[in-house]
T-cell receptor, first 115, second 114 residues
Framework: AQSVSQHNHHVILSEAASLELGCNYS??????LFWYVQYPGQHLQLLLK??????LVKGIKGFEAEFIKSKFSFNLRKPSVQWSDTAEYFC?????????????FGTGTRLLVSP | DTAVSQTPKYLVTQMGNDKSIKCEQN?????MYWYKQDSKKFLKIMFS???????INETVPNRFSPKSPDKAHLNLHINSLELGDSAVYFC?????????????FGSGTRLTVV
């Protein structure tokens, strides 16, 4: 089945630590890739997106992600996390072979940053 | 100006009731969606409409009936509410479908069925 996998369900880091959250997808063909963040009690906010071009994408709040086509991956990174980065992070994909008709989400990674 | 607005933000109701959630977007987008986020935070598409036409119905019980009176509105009506319907429902819109089209999400409606 076509899916989006986030292998880290819970991540706990200290402030200033580096972050990398994994995301793999199983869709073939052209894909649009997204990372969303959901702060406690709030709605989804777009962190960054990849449509085409440079596979290293920079987003808001110092986040970046790298699209590695051969690995079907779109991992999210941040060199130094802050307490305010505590949130749920979702990778999402929409794909050519589903007609780009739906955005499929991973199961999310809960990040807790301790001060 | 809120791009995608949902009402109400919170909804508490008893089992067996019928309720509606409204969604409006002022972005001029052609496609609108309903997503359900369950208690484990998993987000799953329910419906998609393009220019008032239903495109996706993702094996949702027929107690859920979306209605799109025009391309700026997509409402969700739920009949005979069950405890398992408790979730956060997100509306979203996109300008089109294909490479390069992103999504804008509403702030969500937290439905609690008691």
């Amino acid at each position: 089945a076509q899916s989006v996998s986030q292998h880290n369900h819970h991540v706990i880091l200290s402030e200033a630590a580096s972050l990398e959250l994994g995301c793999n997808y199983s869709y073939g063909g052209t894909v649009n890739l997204f990372w969303y963040v959901q702060y406690p009690g709030q709605h989804l906010q777009l962190l960054l997106k990849y449509f085409s071009g440079d596979p290293l994408v920079k987003g808001i709040k110092g986040f970046e992600a790298e699209f590695i086509k051969s690995k079907f991956s779109f991992n999210l990174r941040k060199p130094s996390v802050q307490w305010s980065d505590t949130a749920e992070y979702f990778c999402a994909v929409n794909a050519e072979n589903t007609g780009f008709q739906k955005l499929v989400f991973g199961t999310g990674t809960r990040l807790l940053v301790s001060p | 100006d809120t791009a995608v607005s949902q009402t109400p933000k919170y909804l508490v109701t008893q089992m067996g009731n019928d309720k509606s959630i409204k969604c409006e977007q002022n972005l001029g987008h052609d496609t609108m969606y309903w997503y359900k986020q369950d208690s484990k935070k998993f987000l799953k598409i329910m419906f998609s409409y393009n220019n008032k036409e239903l495109i996706i119905n993702e094996t949702v019980p027929n107690r859920f009936s979306p209605k799109s009176p025009d391309k700026a509105h997509l409402n969700l009506h739920i009949n005979s509410l069950e405890l398992g319907d408790s979730a956060v429902y997100f509306c979203a819109s996109s300008q089109g479908q294909g490479v390069g089209y992103g999504y804008t999400f509403g702030s969500g409606t937290r439905l609690t069925v008691v």
